[in-house]
């Protein structure tokens, strides 16, 4: 059995994850103190409610016993016994780490560190004690004022049990056998069911429940919570009434649990037979855990990192199930074309080629489309981590988040969640004033924190922003100048020395906080966006702010890319990195040191980098006059490359080199054109690199 249980492991992990993701949303949401968020508490209940029936189904003892603790004083505020405090609010939050760590370590079969888990329930059970005088939790108001007053505290007592679940209690695996074992625990146990909800054979549903019961518990120690306590995982699946047993006669005992019963079924009418069965819940595949911040960050990393399923539309589903259908469709009907093909044929063959071609593409964005995940998967850790962060720094930061629906490929969106932490966390630390600073600037004292995402062409683009004091060019230059990273009298534009805080080390801060610093680890930020074919950009102003802009491509599977050929050899240019193709002027190209060319374009002078040189091939034109120059921008800088010709420009599906043969410089991948034939997708800063690491090589070798 145990083994069975197993398959359903992953399914639990990710919804438990889910459900501690609405739990933090929910918390940070609430006004500690406020009297409307009941239904708040209510959402961050059943979240914990079901991690608790989950993880006792499946023998996770520790989870379970946790998660009981922490819904005791969940219950407390539902019953408006308890008001949630900033204190234990946080508490709450901690506890979402917690439990978060515990999913983790089971993930990876480890071994659950119970440390911080005693510490938070000690502090649980403080709370609860303070509230109830020492004496733990109180029972609610209403069921206390039913119970029988003369019945002895300090003795055995008689509890009578109304229990109507709800028809589908049996779908959400809960048994009533293993409650009433349960209860059989605390005393002697009678149980008399009621079958006047039981429909005929014809309109009976397997897995639905048409009984309730009456029990008599008797000669029991046990409390009222204790009792209740029973019937926690369906206490929102069912009409409850636990009570001391008094003098009523069993015919009021009757009206009673008939009423019960008909509040239950009035909002679920039992089907008669014309209508359709109920069909059982389809299965849906969890989405992955947004990444956590918080106290928790390599945590949320981790869970982003072991997330093997997403949760997909099902119009998606259909959509593509349609797409197949006309595939075949086609594909029968040019099967057909090819038994006895004739001339007379040729335009339904071509009618049918495009039809294919059409399928084929409308196939390729449907498939697309079930990798994309709203970006508020990655943006739903920040609201935690800034509250954290500015609590702990002492500044009012707010968060604004905005184009949270836009769609991000799933890779894509694991990838740059950490750079993204890594840009915040800077914003925060050294983007925002403290609040005295900002008074004195004549700003709100909150700071701001502004997270955006939107599709700009093929591409999507996430601002992170803030409304801070701004980058100092000046300090910046002078620090870059400092390091030796460049001279004092060269001339830089704005971009470009912004573009300073990318270099490795750099950092313009006065002291290094253990949060951030405004450039120390940016240089890494940089390279992971490069590694996803990215670019960032940022924009800046002295006591207005600064805005960073990532600009991604939609999917790392498919690249829109330019075709152009030198020789023999056709090469993929990603279309994102052209700015511009012309025909080379030879008055404008000038020769430098060594043999590198430039060419004046406007107000660059553009070097040029010759493919067929760098990968050793031959071309068809050495002559520089009136060559093709493709010019893009990689890293920030331009370069012209020489080619032969401009062929197509197409969606190429992009094939790992590295994992297929080995790495080459100045290739991001490769792939398989129309004919058949293998081609190059160049990858533009890695050429760039490599060009001047042999011109520099070059020139070494000239000047000995």
Known sequence: MAIEMEQFYDIFFEESLEGLDVMEQSLLSMNSGSETDLE????IFRAAHSIK???????????AEFTHVLETLLDEARDGKYTLTEESIELLLRSCDCLRNMIFALQAKESIDTEQSK?????????????????????????????????????????QIVFVPEPEVLQTGNEPLRLFKELAALGELSCKAHFDKLPSCEELIADECYLSWTLELKNSDASEEEILEVFDWVIDECKLEVKAVSGETEQDVEREVESKSAEVHEE???????????????????????PKSGGNENAGSAASASASSIRVGIDKVDNLFNLVGELVITQSMLSELGNNFDMTKLEKLSSGLEQLLQNTKEMQESVMRIRMLPISFAFNRFPRMIRDLSVKIGKKVELIIQGESTELDKTVMEK???????????????????????????????????LDAYHQGGNIVIEVGDDGKGLNKDAIFNKAVEKGLIERDVQLTEPEIFDLIFQPGFSTAQQVSDISGRGVGMDVVKRNIKSLGGRILIESKIDVGTTIKVHLPLTLAILDGQLVRVGEEVYVVPLLAIVESLQIKSELVNRVSGDILLYRLREDNVPIIRIYE???????????D?????????????VGLLVDELLAQQQVVIKSLESNYKRVDGVSGATILGDGSVSMIIDIPGLISYSSKRSRKRSHVKAA
Do not use: C, M, Y
């Open 40 to 43: 708040i508490i209510n959402n």
């Open 53 to 63: 029936g989950g993880s006792g189904t499946f023998g996770f003892t520790e989870v």
């Open 119 to 159: 510490e938070l329930i000690e502090a649980f059970n403080k709370i609860l004690d303070e509230e109830n005088g020492g004496g733990g939790s109180a029972p609610s108001a209403e069921l206390a004022s039913e119970s029988n007053a003369s019945a002895e505290d300090d003795g055995l007592k008689n509890w």
């Open 268 to 290: 679920k009418e039992i089907p008669n037979a014309k209508e359709e069965p109920k069909q059982a819940p389809k299965p849906v595949a969890a989405k992955p855990a947004a």
């Open 416 to 450: 740059i969640s950490d750079p993204l932490v890594h840009l915040v966390r800077n914003a925060i630390d050294h983007g925002i004033e403290t609040a005295e600073e900002r008074l004195e600037k004549g700003k709100p004292e909150t700071g701001h924190i502004r």
């Open 614 to 624: 760098e990968f050793g091939i031959e071309a068809d034109n050495v002559d520089i």
């Open 626 to 638: 009136n060559a093709l120059l493709v010019v893009v921008e990689g890293d920030g800088q331009k």
